[in-house]
């Protein structure tokens, strides 16, 4: 399997976060935005990835694990202030997606929803590093329900409610879709190493 060679390699600790041992588990420790965590039959879920692009895809689970799989170790910063280190994730690079659908020259955004209503974005510039994966696997196992399963994003560098969970579509646009926090008061940014927690 790739490694990103990121493991171990922690580049200080961003400013205002404190380490807890492990992930909260939404919908035990920390309620859902529609109450409840969303129940996924992964034989009916479908991952659609669409928009301005020349290759659009629906990937069953079992399409998705043919995918090339890759780890990266990477932290994991809440907004709130907890930090969870040291997580091995699994899964498939976001950069291998983006070349499987080839977006038009117009795409300057990605847009993510989930099977409990949340969205949020990212530029497409930021979503491209080695260590921003489509994950499905946590310290060597699938996910749970109540950490994003089947599917979520994982951005290490941006707070977490950038990394999405319960994917069900990724959408490539030219103009920026704003997500659910952020248009909320949390900052579009929301870069952990500059502290970009709220809209300014
Ligand atoms: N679909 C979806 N994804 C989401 C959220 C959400 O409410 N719905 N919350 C975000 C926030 S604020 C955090 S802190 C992380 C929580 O991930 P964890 O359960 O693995 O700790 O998921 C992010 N992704
Ligand atoms: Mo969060």
Redesign the pocket.
Known sequence: MLSDGSSGKRKGFPPGQKPIKR????GKD?P??EGSVPKIDLRKWILTIEGEVKKPIKLSWNDLLKLPIVESVSD?H???GWS?LDLKWEGIRFKHIVNMIEPEDTVKFVSFE???G?T?SLSLEELLGDNILLAYKLDGKYLEE???APL?LVVPDK???K?????TRIKFTSRKEIG??ESRGYSDTADIWKNDRFLR
């Open positions: 992930l909260l588990r939404w920390h859902t935005i994991f809440c907004v709130e969870v989930c099977a409990d949340y949020t109540g950490t994003g979520r707070y977490a409610y990394s999405a969970m319960w994917i659910y926090w």
